[in-house]
């Protein structure tokens, strides 16, 4: 339907095994910083907002209570942002071997989305971790979480098409990516609850597929219920109209890679 076949998925396999190999290449410690960056920066939310701030929820008894519901959106936004980095610049990273090797290059930008999958894996056990201690644990609700990782990662494969082809041909795209998304992350938002924006801004929040994403994490996680099935579709629609025009996109571009990278 893609234009994929079997081969392709072993590729995409071996891309994947490659870029997490190389992104710690030289490293003396290799792949335990995909485990230790994220979860750093979890421990010190963590430390920050619940041992110094002492932030808490209305009603709750704990100050673990915010923490907790902080890390079931930003746990997933860390995720987020890291595989749209790694997805934009996905193809110029790999510019030797775009020249050299005959191959479909759409997998790059797919494959190198997926490594954002170490830092929710991570950020989902701290989170269950931080619940025990709390003395909460989520409900059957919990096993709507792969259909939302599903949907998470099927939007940034579909920005990354996007994404990574532009990437090519305006490399100040990669530089100004991370400032977007920081921007983007406090209209989501992230830290507060949604009710605590303006009204104008709490409608353009529901227009927010990343925002759909996260509220459905702390649906199933935090609220024990079942995410807006509403929602989660339009963020399935807006993904595939994405993906679709990103793939036929891509592919009529990559023809002028080699001279552009």
């Known amino acids: 339907m893609f234009g994929f076949d079997k081969q392709d998925v072993l590729l995409a396999f071996n891309l994947f095994k490659m870029n997490v190999r190389d992104r710690y290449l030289g490293s003396s410690l290799g792949i335990f910083w995909a485990i230790a960056n994220p979860l750093f920066m979890l421990a010190l939310y963590t430390f920050v907002f619940g041992f110094i701030l002492k932030v808490r929820l209305p009603g709750a008894e704990t100050t673990l209570g915010y923490v907790v519901w902080l890390i079931s959106g930003y746990g997933p936004w860390i995720a987020m942002t890291e595989a749209i980095m790694c997805s934009t610049t996905s193809v110029v990273g790999a510019a030797g071997i775009v020249k050299n090797l005959a191959f479909k290059t759409e997998l790059l930008p797919i494959t190198s989305a ?89 409608q353009l929040s529901f227009a927010n597929p990343f925002f759909q994403i996260s509220d459905a994490y702390r649906a199933v996680l935090i609220r024990d219920e079942a995410p807006g099935v509403l929602g989660l579709f339009g963020v399935f629609l807006l993904s595939l109209a994405i993906f679709w025009s990103g793939l036929a996109a891509f592919r009529r571009a990559k023809g002028v890679f080699d001279s552009a990278l």
Not at 121 to 138: N, T, Y
Request: with cysteine; charged share 5%.
């Open 114 to 202: 997926f490594g954002g999958l170490i830092s929710l894996g991570v950020s989902l056990c701290f989170l269950l971790i931080l619940m025990i201690f709390e003395g909460s644990a989520p409900g059957w609700h919990l096993l709507w979480v792969p259909f939302v990782i599903f949907l998470q990662f099927f939007l940034i494969v579909s920005l990354g098409l996007w994404l990574s082809a532009i990437n090519v041909f305006v490399r100040d795209l990669s530089l100004a990516l991370p400032n977007v998304l920081t921007i983007l992350m406090f209209f989501t938002p992230i830290f507060y609850p949604v009710s605590a924006m303006p009204k104008v801004v709490q």
